[in-house]
């Protein structure tokens, strides 16, 4: 056991600062018990053991915590990780802020918080609150994130590695000098971030054109085929500058070539953003600038239009986005009762964006029109 730490008279207090054995009147950390110091011997490292012999599981990440606590109240400062916003498959990193250090003006130890307890709670700048969760071998486990969210508090996991010899002075760099072992789980500036991101960008569906993966109009004319331009989701799309977000629902992207914001600076200078159909058609700046954008040639045809052009012939069906038509070309109850399934083609704004599960397990609600042809 690697405790090196243990609380006499209500302090945190060093191994090698106590009396040996029993007459060290040491108590752990993580469950009370008493402790004998280890701190004579010349071969093994010097530590507590339980008196009861337990192996008390937790005492390790417990003593960190402590540890981690005693340096916050004594340096009243925090180092904070730069705050990237990533999308899972996209290769952009949207840096959002760079880590500063921020000066601490209380800090509590696993303290109830609303439904949770954070490892640590720090109290800094105008009465604002951040939680700080470390990490030896758990990461937060879901449900305590979902709450957290709800919560709206900013929260950073610091992970540190288990230690030979844990020591206050390593535990302070990873605090207040390194960034490397800190992610941040939850951030208010980052919402905010996306949410104004999604305002400037166009939802634009990916189109599939045989093993072609298309995106049409794409606004920095990426590629072009017949006057129209366009791009490859794959090629183009995934490494682009103006697809920060890695927001691909429904087969779609979200894509900020119009608004082009690449940064944070960019996106500031913006304040409002008209769509009509989802497409921009003019942006305002903060300093009056009213850019308009003529209309494109992008087609948004209804669900009936797609119908119709099909000749009203396979079944169709609806959704909630009165974008998305889905043709079902075998009969939707035959299909159900024989696979459990029912795939159909879907089309977004006019496009095809390919085969899709319907019905079955797919929890979405479709309503076929009409129920029977
Ligand atoms: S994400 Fe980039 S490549 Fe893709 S359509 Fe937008 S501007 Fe073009
Ligand atoms: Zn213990």
Redesign the pocket.
């Known amino acids: 056991m690697n405790i090196r730490y243990a609380i006499k008279n209500g302090e945190l207090v060093y191994i090698e600062d106590v009396e040996n054995g029993l007459a060290c009147e040491c108590i752990c950390v993580s469950c009370g018990d008493s402790l004998i110091a280890r701190n004579n011997g010349l071969v093994k490292e010097h530590h507590f053991a339980h008196k009861s012999g337990s192996e008390c599981v937790s005492g390790y990440e417990t003593m960190l915590h402590h540890m981690a606590k005693e340096v916050l109240a004594k340096e009243k400062r925090f180092l904070l990780p730069d705050l990237y916003i990533a999308g899972e498959f996209n290769y952009n990193k949207f840096l959002v802020e760079v880590g500063e250090i921020i000066d601490i003006k209380d800090v509590w130890l696993e303290t109830k918080q609303g439904a949770i307890i954070p490892d640590l709670v720090i109290e800094y700048g105008n009465d604002k609150r951040m939680f700080i969760e470390i990490k030896v071998t758990h990461a937060v486990e879901p449900e305590k994130m979902k709450i957290i969210t709800r919560m709206g508090v900013d929260t950073i996991e610091v992970s540190i590695d288990r230690m030979e010899i844990p020591t206050i002075s390593r535990i302070k760099d990873i605090l207040i000098s390194e960034k490397e072992n800190k992610e941040w789980l939850y951030s208010e500036r980052a919402v905010e971030t996306i949410d104004k991101l999604r305002m400037c960008s166009e939802e634009?569906a990916v189109i599939s054109r045989g093993f072609a993966l298309h995106?049409d109009n794409?606004?920095?004319d990426?590629r072009v085929w017949e006057k129209q331009s366009y791009?490859n989701?794959t090629d183009?799309?995934l490494y682009?500058r103006?697809?920060v977000l890695g927001d691909y629902r429904e087969g779609t992207?979200m894509?900020?070539?119009k608004s082009k914001v690449e940064g944070v600076i960019e996106l500031e200078e913006i304040d409002e953003v008209e769509k009509e159909n989802n497409i921009i058609s003019s942006i305002k700046f903060k300093d009056g600038i009213i850019v308009k954008f003529e209309k494109s040639n992008y087609v948004v045809s209804t669900l009936k239009d797609i119908w119709i052009q099909n000749g009203c012939k396979p079944f169709l069906a609806k959704n909630t986005n009165p974008e998305i038509a889905v043709f079902i070309t075998k009969d939707p109850e035959i299909q159900l009762n024989k696979y459990k399934k029912c795939y159909g083609n879907v089309y977004r704004n006019g496009h095809n964006i390919g085969s899709r599960e319907i019905f079955g397990a797919n929890k979405r609600q479709w309503e076929l029109i009409p129920k029977k042809i």
């Open positions: 634009k995106i794409c606004p920095i990426c791009a989701f183009d799309c682009c103006f697809n992207v894509c900020l070539g």
